[in-house]
């Protein structure tokens, strides 16, 4: 069960999707001032604060239908249930500019009706592109896949409850020195 566990994350994480739900063409949200921009990608949709560049929008898009690209190896089913959770459950992904949220009376935001609690934090686009952009745009998706949709997708995955077998799959991975916490930042 655990290596099942295992290669599904490892399966989602590196090449599972379709386009079929994509629109990359950036739409004006004018009824929310928080978000007014937006694109959706997979069934995810990608709110964006003012100030963030529509290139950079549609490049977030671009990388998420990359982590969701159609692969013989991946198993339909479970991406049919992700993507349809993924929607049902109006999920979405935040986009801002590097240095807002330090600005002492910065607000999340809100977005627009029927989105609500679903996302987990925001994707800030940097003065300068690079290793470090890849990286913020890929961590964020991911916090975004595992902790939002997945955990909303399926009972057993939930990272906090150490009975899980998500958890248990963890420790073992962290036990077997596969999976190094020391190097985490939080």
Known sequence: MKRLLFFLIISVFISCGDSESNDQDSNSSDSNNDFPNYVDSNNLRIFARKGVSTTFLNNVAIAYDEMLKENSNIDQTIKSKYLTTSKDKYVYQRVGVDGMANDPNFDSGTP??????????????????????IGEVIEHLLHTVTTVVLYLSYADWDYKNSSSPLYLAMREAIDKNIYDISVIQI
């Open 112 to 133: 627009p009706k029927p989105y609500g609690d679903n996302a987990t934090d925001y994707i800030w686009e940097m003065n300068s592109g690079g290793a470090d952009q």
